[in-house]
């Protein structure tokens, strides 16, 4: 099964150069080679420089037929999700969710400490239309949100269990008090 996909350079390149490689593995050959070539920000650098380093950078998409448009895509054999903002104790996250599919991850080349930004790649079992796209992303978007939401969950019932005990402390703590107040009255009255 051959791999289509479409290399591009700059925000606003659309005529991207169509590509095929022989396999997935050569398709994650060919997104390192391209982050090679993509020039680092310059740290101390002006932003506005920075800014046009980032604008310059190389990029891998979907096939098309002609310029580079929702209506003139071809079929691929993997999705491409954008990740964006992703703190970095999250990428744990990020690395058991990959497990799930045979995938990769990259830096896209607008990433920056301050704001990184990453794609990940899954191979397809099958070719994946243009007018599937959308839906199998959203798919795989939900994925990675019913993972996260399961961490979110676990953390939720950790929380739930903190507050239950706390309110039982609490209500040990007026019994006390009460008793306390109790045997200081019989001591009082004594």
């Not at 491409?80 to 080349?109: A, G, H, M, T």
């Not at 301050?114 to 798919?139: C, G, H, Q, W």
Request: charged letters at 30%; one cysteine or more; proline letters at 3%.
């Amino acid at each position: 099964m051959k791999y289509q996909f479409s290399v591009g350079k700059g925000l606003r390149n659309n005529t991207p150069e169509n590509k095929e490689c022989e396999s997935f593995e050569d398709l994650f050959k060919v997104v390192v080679n391209l982050s090679h070539k993509n020039k680092n920000p310059i740290k101390g650098g002006s932003q506005k420089d920075n800014d046009s380093i980032k604008k310059e950078g190389y990029w891998i998409g979907a096939p098309f037929s002609g310029r580079r448009a929702k209506h003139n895509a071809l079929a691929r054999q993997f999705v491409i999700l954008d990740v964006d903002r992703c703190p970095k104790e999250n990428r744990s996250q990020v690395k058991d969710y990959c497990k799930r599919w045979k995938s990769f991850v990259y830096s896209s080349f607008s990433s920056t400490d301050e704001n990184p930004k990453f794609r990940i790649v899954v191979d397809a079992s099958r070719s994946i239309l243009p007018e599937e796209m959308e839906t199998v992303t959203r798919y795989c978007n939900f994925s990675c949100l019913t993972l996260r939401e399961r961490r979110v969950q676990t953390a939720l019932r950790s929380i739930e269990r903190l507050t239950q005990l706390i309110q039982k402390l609490e209500g040990l703590l007026r019994c006390y008090s009460r008793l306390t107040l109790v045997l200081e009255s019989r001591v009082v009255s004594s």
